[in-house]
C-alpha cells in the first residue's frame, strides 16, 4: 500500500539518526543543468544512508510556466486510473507523460512517476470560491489521502521535484537530472530519522511552489500539526518535514508574512532575548509569540525553502545543525559542509555559516527590483476579491424568516 | 630523523571515500612520519589516534571529526576545518590556518588546538581535565555562540568576540577572553576573576605560539601581554548544584 490514512503518524516508528542539504542558485535567473548539484550532495554521500533522495529544481518547464506541473508516483496501474479521472475532473491537462527515467542498478521498485502540465478547470474553480493555489492545494490533499497508491511529489509551477529511496547520487541519475536547466536547485540525501523510507517521504517535501529540504528532526512537531492542521493542511506522510512546508505556506500566503518574516516567526527570539529588546520591539516579539505560539518550530534543524522567489536557508535558534553558504559572482551555494560548496566552486570566497536562528536570504535580481519598486504601504484592492461577491446578492436568515 | 620531502610522501585524496582514503594515509604512514594530503574533500576521521611523532599536513578542506582521538601526533591544515575537530583527542597539537566549524574540541582531554580565524558554536563543549592532561584550545578570530558548554577542564583563550550563551554550564576550567561579555551572556553560575601571576605566564605563552604557528598570516593587533585579558571560572565547586533542587 503506497498511502493510506491509517499510515502510522511521525513518530510511531522511531528509526534514529543525520542528513545532507545542498542549494544552488543563480540570482539573475540564468540556468544551469544539475550536474554541479548532483555533485555537491554526492560528496555528502555518507550524511545518508540511502534510505532517500532528492531534488528540487526551479525554472525547468519554461514552455509551460503558466499550468501547474503535478509529479505523480503511482504504485499500481488503478491508482493512475483513478488519478487521470480526478484531475480530467478539476483541472484541463495541456500535457501528460512519463516521466524519463533511466535504470539504475541501486533503485530498486521504482513507482510509475507521471507528470501533468494542466489548468484548474475555470468553472470548478470559480465555483469553489477559492483561489486557483488554495483551490489547488485542496486537490493535491485530495489525491494523498483518498486515492490509494498515488502521491503527488510536486505540485507548483516551472518546477518540479524528483525524489525517492536510494542515495541522492543514484536518483539523480535515475530521473536523469543532468537533463534539466534551472535556475535554482536544492537536494538532500536521507538518513531518516524516526521514520522509515519510503517515495513519498524522499525530499524534497513540496507543495505549491514551496520545496523543503531539511537536516534534523523537529521536536515541536506534534504542536505545529495540530496548529496547520486547523487552517486544513494534512499532516499524514510520515515525514515531519511537511510541517515546516505547510508553516511556510500558512504563515506567507495566507497570512500575507514575507518569508523572512514567516522564518523569524518559527525561530522565534527567545523570552530572555524579548526583555532586553526596547519597547517597541519587545511589543512587537511578543505578540508575534503569543499569536503565533505554535508555529514555534523547536529541535535541531537546518533547512532550505526553495520558491520562484528563490532560496531562504534557516538553523535552529540553537543551531543544533551546521549549514554553509558561500557566493560567487551571480551564483549562491548552500550545503551541510564547505567541502560540498568548494567542490564545485573552488573559487567561491567567503565561505560562511549560517548563524542559528537567522535566516539567509537570496531571491532573484527581478524578484529584488520588485520589491525595490514596491510601495511599502498596504495595497488597496481596488475591486472586491471574487468570493466577497456572488450571483445573489446576499440575504440574512432572519429576514427570510420575517417574510415567510 | 628529518624525513625527506618526496613525492611518496604527498597523497592527493580528491573525492576518494574516507575509508579507502584513511587507509592510504594509514599505510603511508607505516613508512614515513610526514604525510602532507592534497585536495582534500570532506574526507571524515583524518588523522584519527595519530600518534607521537606522525605529523599530517593537509591541503583542502577535511571533513567533520578530524584528528578525533588524536594521541600525540600533530596535524596542520592549510585552509578550513569542518565540524567537531579533535573530538575526545588525547594528546597532540591541531593548527588550523584558517576558521573551523562547530563543536571544536569536543570532550577533549589533553593537547592543543590552534585556530588562527573564528570558531562556530560550542568549541569547547564538554573539554575536561586530570592531572596532567590538560587540553587547551586557542582562537584567534570570533567564537560562535556556547563557547565551553559544559566544560569541566582546561583553558580556551579567545581573541575574538564572545558569542552568546558563553560557558552555559562550565564547571571546571579556565576561559581567557580580550572582549568583555555583554552582561546577559554569562550564566549566574560563572564570574570574572582577576588574573594572578599564572594566569598571566599562561596566556603569554599560548600568545606566543599562536604567533609562532601564524606567522606572517595574522592581524597585527595579536595581543603581547595578558594586560587586557578576562578570566572566566566557575563560581564555585558546583554552581548548579541548586539547579532543579528547588
Request: charge should be negative.
Amino acid at each position: 500500500m503506497f498511502f493510506r490514512e491509517d499510515r502510522p503518524r511521525e513518530g510511531v516508528v522511531r528509526i534514529p539518526s543525520g542528513c545532507a542539504i545542498a542549494g544552488i542558485m543563480d540570482r539573475s535567473g540564468g540556468r544551469h543543468d544539475g550536474t554541479d548539484i548532483l555533485r555537491s550532495i554526492a560528496l555528502m554521500h555518507d550524511r545518508g544512508n540511502g534510505l532517500g533522495g532528492g531534488f528540487a529544481a526551479y525554472g525547468i518547464y519554461p514552455e509551460y510556466k503558466e499550468l501547474y506541473a503535478f509529479h505523480i508516483m503511482y504504485e499500481c496501474q488503478e491508482a493512475r486510473a483513478q488519478t487521470e479521472a480526478y484531475l480530467d475532473t478539476y483541472f484541463m491537462s495541456e500535457k501528460q507523460e512519463r516521466i524519463p527515467t533511466q535504470d539504475v542498478a541501486s533503485i530498486k521498485n521504482p513507482p510509475d512517476i507521471w507528470r501533468y502540465f494542466a489548468a484548474p478547470h475555470p468553472m470548478r474553480l470559480n465555483m469553489s470560491g477559492f483561489d486557483e493555489a488554495e483551490y489547488t492545494m485542496q486537490h493535491v490533499f485530495h489525491i494523498n489521502s483518498h486515492i490509494d497508491g498515488a502521491f503527488v511529489a510536486s505540485s507548483g509551477k516551472d518546477m518540479g521535484a524528483f525524489k525517492g529511496v536510494g542515495y541522492p547520487e543514484d536518483i539523480g541519475a535515475f530521473y536523469r537530472i543532468e537533463d534539466y536547466q534551472a535556475w535554482a536547485w536544492t537536494a538532500h540525501g536521507r538518513f531518516p530519522t524516526n521514520t522509515p523510507g519510503w517515495w513519498g517521504g524522499a525530499h524534497p517535501f513540496t507543495l505549491l511552489n514551496w520545496s523543503v529540504v531539511h537536516n534534523g528532526e523537529i521536536s515541536s512537531y506534534d504542536a505545529n500539526r495540530r496548529y496547520v492542521e486547523q487552517f486544513g493542511y494534512r499532516c499524514n506522510l510520515q515525514t515531519d518535514t511537511e510541517v515546516i512546508t505547510y508553516l511556510f505556506d500558512l504563515l506567507t500566503r495566507r497570512h500575507g508574512f514575507s518569508q523572512q518574516m514567516a522564518a523569524h516567526i518559527m525561530t522565534a527570539p527567545s523570552w530572555d532575548e524579548i526583555d532586553r529588546m526596547d519597547a517597541p520591539c519587545a511589543a512587537f516579539e511578543t505578540a508575534l509569540r503569543s499569536v503565533y505560539a505554535s508555529a514555534l518550530v523547536n529541535g535541531p534543524f537546518s533547512v532550505i525553502l526553495g520558491s520562484e522567489e528563490g532560496l531562504l536557508a534557516i538553523n535552529d535558534r540553537l543551531k543544533l545543525r551546521a549549514l554553509m553558504v558561500a557566493e560567487h559572482d551571480r551564483m549562491v551555494y548552500l550545503a551541510s559542509e564547505q567541502a560540498a560548496i568548494e567542490v564545485v566552486c573552488p573559487e567561491a570566497a567567503s565561505i560562511r555559516s549560517i548563524e542559528g536562528g537567522v535566516p539567509f536570504v537570496v531571491q532573484l535580481d527581478e524578484v529584488v527590483a520588485r520589491e525595490q519598486g514596491a510601495s511599502g504601504e498596504n495595497i488597496q484592492l481596488e475591486a472586491p476579491l471574487a468570493h466577497e461577491i456572488g450571483v445573489l446578492p446576499p440575504r440574512r436568515k432572519e429576514v427570510d424568516h420575517v417574510r415567510s | 630523523m628529518q624525513e625527506r620531502d618526496t613525492a611518496q610522501d604527498v597523497l592527493s585524496l580528491g573525492t576518494s571515500h574516507f575509508r579507502e582514503a584513511n587507509e592510504r594515509i594509514r599505510d603511508q604512514l607505516e613508512r614515513v612520519d610526514r604525510l602532507t594530503l592534497e585536495e582534500v574533500f570532506a574526507q571524515r576521521y583524518l588523522g584519527c589516534a595519530l600518534p607521537q611523532g606522525k605529523h599530517l599536513a593537509i591541503h583542502g578542506t577535511p571533513g567533520n571529526d578530524m584528528a578525533a582521538y588524536l594521541d600525540g601526533g600533530t596535524i596542520e591544515v592549510f585552509g578550513s576545518a569542518q565540524d567537531q575537530i579533535g573530538n575526545t583527542m588525547n594528546d597532540g597539537e591541531v593548527i588550523i590556518h584558517g576558521r573551523c566549524g562547530d563543536a571544536a574540541g569536543y570532550a577533549m582531554r589533553g593537547g592543543c588546538i590552534f585556530i588562527r580565524d573564528d570558531c562556530g558554536w560550542r568549541a569547547g563543549i564538554n573539554m575536561k581535565e586530570y592531572q596532567d592532561k590538560q587540553p587547551i584550545i586557542v582562537i584567534g578570530g570570533d567564537a560562535g555562540s556556547f563557547l565551553g558548554e559544559y566544560m569541566a577542564g582546561g583553558t580556551i583563550l579567545l581573541l575574538g568576540n564572545p558569542g552568546d550563551h558563553l560557558a552555559t554550564g562550565m564547571h571546571g576550567g579556565v576561559i581567557y577572553l580580550r572582549e568583555p561579555p555583554s552582561t546577559h551572556a554569562l550564566s549566574s553560575g560563572i564570574t570574572i576573576a582577576p588574573l594572578a601571576e599564572e594566569d598571566r605566564v599562561r596566556i603569554e605563552q599560548l600568545l606566543g605560539r599562536y604567533r609562532a604557528c601564524f606567522a606572517g598570516e595574522v592581524r597585527a593587533n595579536i595581543p603581547a601581554d595578558a594586560e587586557e585579558f578576562l578570566k572566566l571560572v566557575p563560581a564555585s565547586s558546583r554552581p548548579y548544584a541548586s539547579l532543579y533542587a528547588n
